[in-house]
């Protein structure tokens, strides 16, 4: 009974709320920049090609068995063990990098306008160490509790929204010129499809099921498209596709009096803390079980606390967020060839180990 409760409803929630982590602070304001009408089609578009890769990933993962990344690459040999993992730690990284970053500037606008940046990272990283160390059967028990009390929070807020909403601005709604494909645009907002690849590190602590994961895709794939309408619905296009924080202020300009607190922002960037939190603790868990399994005689003891400050010191290296945004412009094709790579990599290498091809690897 508790493996089919798992099965169908922790891992779910998880693939949720760790998508809810990325797109909800970063994703509108990049689809945004696709395009200046018909943004639901670059949105499926993105959501199109996460499926594929996803098929790849978790068929790969379900011939394999109860094998991680590094249990599946490390046989290779060095060189190609770490051509494919030394990517893979370096971007998990990067998500977790990200997040906090993000988030905490985010904190400063909702919350503490006038804490120094320092001082946020370090409270945050501090938290992320904390909840990496309670292990993934914790973490992944803290997502089903934090979906179940924050993901009403979010969509109270996005619906707060509809207050000012004038569906005027949904107009023209195709674009039937296809222009974010010609110029390749649609391929920046793609990171927030990043989630996915956390599920390779699953299969040694929970079977994962592929049903309930592409079930799950369906209302990823609607927050996907509404979360950028929101700002479209409140203030236009050309109005939103200007702004740094479009959902956040947004949500911002919603006034319901007889709310616990004056701004519903309150509501959304709470939730977005829990859900941050609990995908860069995941990313920090999965990092350092990674680099231990590629160097068995360093501890993940060491090494945790050794990646949370590399997550502090790079994080707190990015000094605004025009950097922070150049960032998730620029890492494009690094972000392509872990996408692309690790899923097929994955499932060639779960075709041989299904086949009996374990123990002589890929010569």
């Known amino acids: 009974m508790i493996y089919r409760l798992n099965a169908i409803v922790t891992i779910p929630l998880f693939v949720f709320v760790t ?3 990325i797109i909800f602070l970063l994703f509108p304001k990049a689809m945004l920049r696709t395009t200046m009408h018909g943004h639901w089609e670059p949105s499926l578009l993105n959501m199109l090609i996460e499926l594929i890769l996803l098929l790849f990933l978790l068929r790969g993962i379900s011939k394999a068995g109860e094998m991680d990344y590094a249990d599946l690459f490390l046989p290779l040999g060095r060189f190609a063990s770490s051509l494919l993992l030394l990517p893979l730690i370096l971007y998990l990284l990067l998500i977790g990098i990200m997040g906090t970053r993000g988030f905490v500037e985010l904190m400063q606008i909702v919350f503490v306008i006038r804490s120094p940046l320092y001082a946020l990272l370090l409270f945050l990283c501090f938290i992320t160490y904390v909840g990496s160390s309670i292990g993934p059967r914790g973490i992944l028990r803290a997502s089903t509790l934090l979906s179940l009390l924050y993901l009403p929070a979010i969509f109270f807020a996005l619906l707060g929204c509809m207050k000012n909403s004038r569906l005027q601005n949904l107009f023209p709604i195709m674009n039937t010129s296809f222009d974010f494909m010609q110029q390749g645009k649609f391929l920046v907002p793609l990171f927030s499809i990043c989630p996915f690849l ?3 590190m699953l299969p040694p602590v929970i079977k ?4 309930p994961i592409l079930l799950t895709m369906v209302p990823i794939t609607i927050v996907y498209v509404a979360i950028v309408y929101v700002p479209i619905l409140v203030y236009g296009v050309n109005a939103a596709s200007l702004m740094n924080y479009p959902l956040v202020t947004s949500i911002d300009s919603v006034n319901i009096t007889w709310t616990l607190f004056n701004r519903i922002a ?4 709470v939730a977005l803390l829990a859900f941050v939190m609990l995908t860069t603790s995941f990313v920090l868990w ?4 990674l680099v231990r399994k590629m160097v068995p005689a360093w501890k993940e003891s060491y090494i945790r606390p050794f990646l949370c400050l590399f997550i502090f010191v790079v994080a707190i290296w990015i000094p605004n967020w025009n950097t922070y945004v150049d960032i998730y412009t620029r890492d494009i094709w690094f972000r392509l060839f872990v996408f692309v790579v690790i899923p097929i990599a994955v499932y060639i290498r779960g075709g041989y180990v299904q086949r009996g091809g374990k123990k002589e690897g890929i010569r």
Do not use: Q
């Not at 309150?266 to 960037?269: E, L, S, T, V």
């Not at 999965?286 to 079980?289: C, E, L, P, Q, Y």
């Open 198 to 200: 956390l599920l390779g």
């Open 19 to 21: 998508h809810c982590s």
């Open 286 to 289: 999965s990092s350092a079980v």
């Open 266 to 269: 309150i509501f959304y960037a």
């Open 208 to 211: 994962v099921k592929i049903k």
